[in-house]
């Protein structure tokens, strides 16, 4: 018996204070104590306590893993894996880290503590060998030093709330996210969570006072089958550089689950919302406007946001595949936003995805998850490898923060997570300069720079450093072409700069009042620089021996300049108050860093007339010049119209060479085609080239609009309108298309009549605005519509909502002098009431 007593006292004293597992290293040691049946964890840096003594333990249905707790041994083992990323702060990682699992009973239950130990943090998860029912609750806190400085942001479900500092004992006993980030004595400690997945549910930290951050589930009950491993509680450690560098989020997480990453390519997008909303992505003309710059620019993708699929009968009636088509024919790409709610269960997204990949689409925008909850992880689950066979690159916003996810579904290129620049508020340059140290730490995030156009906080060097301090696969930016072409340096800036990384330093900041970050690419270092407050001079060390090319981009007295230097020594940057710079920099071979970005030449295309107004099987004349402004030929050049099915073009000119300046013209007869189809339908003259002699095709075009509307018979006429939607558009109802009639909001149109009979309309909400609202819910416009004869009702349409199908009317209306069409909102004053009279017309004569 005293043999078995002398044991167990060895074996608990053996940890009360653990050695540490990486003894002799230079990087951050986790010291793991137990004691009355508790366990806690604290971690320290170069012999000085960062996280002190925290609870660790997790509560179940069936056992209280957080107290009673008895040792019983552990083990130990070393860590070494090479990884390869699609994007990030780096492309090829390896892992170096040292896996301790403490084992412990209580009663028949074990508890398995891991610690993971790395050169640039410490992690623990636990591990249920045994099935404990679901768990409550984990014990789980990070206890700071109550002197210590954090960077904190409110938690959100969508993570969407800006970062403000605080001292740590003093802060708001409140509910924060993930990542915290904490100076202790000049090492940092960065708190976040890493491989959560639907085995398990999110959690973010509560402030308990003094300095203690419990860890808080989503989900009061975590449903659990089986043995259990949580999500990595997860502490980056150092120096600020060893933070903003560290890929130990990454590192945690499971391997990639996509073999072949071949169609993963990340890069640049033109993202159009807060260049005019939904009103631009609803229009074909300025989306085809915005592939044209990106292909110019080199730019790959285009990103069509809310509000593309205007009418219920999507499928048939979008644009998109048109914009898919003239895209690829240009070397871009499109991604589309998707709504959660569409793609929210497995019948869903066998309904919907589907048809956008088999238009082209190429990325998806999926928005308003919302939430951390285990079943929405599981949904994660779900969605990540159906749309990685399908080949579609990810962007998820109104999400949770990336937890590893860049290196278990690489096809996954950013997510939001971030108070961001669609914000109107909140977004101070002391927030800008904090999030290369907190949010972006933990992966890609969406906060589309470049913005130029809008009123902002920072100046426009300030903001062109954003596309280098702000790590993402795809980098959204968020600006207007006429935006960049006043500034001709910021987008010879954007030209150049990649969006994956082979290296990234920290060159210097602090959180909330600067930063200076450096990536690099093959060769050539980016580097952004950004200050929070009064205007003060940057240093700008040289990457590494020997002569370097910097050329500088920074704000001016009159606007951006650009100041090229060749140097072996660190530059000074003098940066305007709330301002920045950004940098290209290389090795002196040429004159400049800058690379050809194969752009599409530049060319031009006009036509005349501009719109036609003809019905089913008339023809009309179009005309159309192409010339090439480039300063290269053109080969294999066709030029003719492209019209929709049905119709007909006479012949196609053609020349084998277009020399710079030089134009081909070409005239044609378009026959419209005899089908019911009416509306406006773009014409576009469309040339097909080859950039090199040898190269593949690429297409530029310009369009006649025409408006094409059904004849009647005799004794009837169309009602005067302006055979628009409210927005320019198509009238369409429930999916039907007019030529001719109304567009209107709520309101009355008078008109005169002689010895008519009878009035006839197709009537309904426009289907503009059903991008607008979820049609599941059956909300959006509702309105009613009201014929009026001489002050008399005639007739009063049942309540009209954007879910309901077009309702054809006809009214008496002889021996009417005066009709008044009359739409009313419905009685919920609602702003989506746009309204269609379609093919209004009346029966007149005798």
Known sequence: ????????????????????????????QAVVSASGGTVTLAVTFGGKTVVQPSPVGIMTERADLSSGLTPAGKSRRAIFERYRTTSGKKLDRTVRATETTYRFTSGADELHLVVRESADGVAYRYELPQDTGAVTGEASAFVLPADSTAWLAKFRRDYENPFLRYTTGTAEQAEYMHPALFEVGGTYALI????????????????????????????EK?????????????MI?????????????DDLAPASRVRDTSWIKPGPAIWSWLAGGRTVQQDLARQKEFVDYAAARGWPYVVVDAGWYDDPNWRQTSFLPELVSYAKARRVGIHTWVRFSSVDTPEKRADYLPWLRKWGVQGLKIDFMDSDGQERYRWYDEILPETARMHFLINFHGATLPHGIHRTWPHVMTTE?????????????????????????????????????RTRANTDAGELALSVLYESGIQNLAGRPDAY????????????????????????????????????????????????????????????????????????????VKETHVTAEKLTIPVAKDGGFAALVCHPVRDTCARPTYGLPA??????????????????????????????????????PRVPSGWSA?????????????????RWTVTVGAGPVAGLTDVPAVARFRPHRFGSGVEAEKATRAHVWKPLPAGQSYVPGNDRSVEGRTLTTGGVRFGRGIGTTPGDKVVELGACTRFDATVGVDDEVDGRVDRAAGVGGSVAFVVIGDGRVLYESPLRRSVDPALPISVDVGGVRSLTLRVTDGGDGTSLDNAVWGDARLTCGR
């Open 650 to 666: 006479s012949a196609a000119v053609r020349a084998f060479r277009v020399a710079p300046g030089e134009s081909l013209a070409g």
């Open 417 to 453: 997570a971030v108070h961001g620049a669609e914000k109107s508020s909140g977004v101070t340059t002391a927030h800008l300069t904090a999030l290369p140290f907190t949010r972006n730490v933990v992966g890609g995030m969406d906060f589309t720079p470049g913005g130029f156009h």
């Open 485 to 560: 072409d006043a500034r001709p340096l910021a987008r010879w800036f954007l030209e150049q700069t990649p969006t994956a990384w082979d290296e990234t330093r920290l060159l210097s900041g602090r959180p909330g009042e600067s930063a200076v970050m450096a990536r690099r690419s093959d060769d050539r270092w980016f580097v952004g620089g950004a200050i929070a407050g009064e205007a003060r001079v940057l240093d700008l060390p040289a990457p590494g021996e020997g002569r370097w090319l910097v050329e500088v981009v920074r704000d001016g007295a009159a606007g951006l």
């Open 222 to 234: 975590v449903a659990v089958a089986g043995a259990l491993k949580t999500p990595w509680r997860t």
């Open 603 to 640: 060319t031009t295309v006009a036509v005349t007339p501009d719109q036609v107004s003809v019905q089913p099987g008339q023809a009309f004349e179009l005309s159309g010049t192409f010339t090439n402004t480039s300063a290269q030929p053109l080969y294999d050049v066709t030029f003719a």
């Open 237 to 249: 450690v150092g120096s600020l550089a060893t933070v903003t560098e560290s890929t130990l989020v």
């Open 192 to 219: 976040t969570e890493s491989d959560v997945d639907g085995r398990y549910s999110g959690g973010h930290l509560v402030h308990t006072g003094g300095g203690r951050f419990g860890l808080k589930l989503w989900d």
């Open 1 to 28: 018996m005293a043999v078995r007593v002398l044991a167990l006292v060895a074996l608990i004293a053996g940890l009360v204070v653990v050695p540490p597992a990486q003894a002799g290293s230079s990087g951050p």
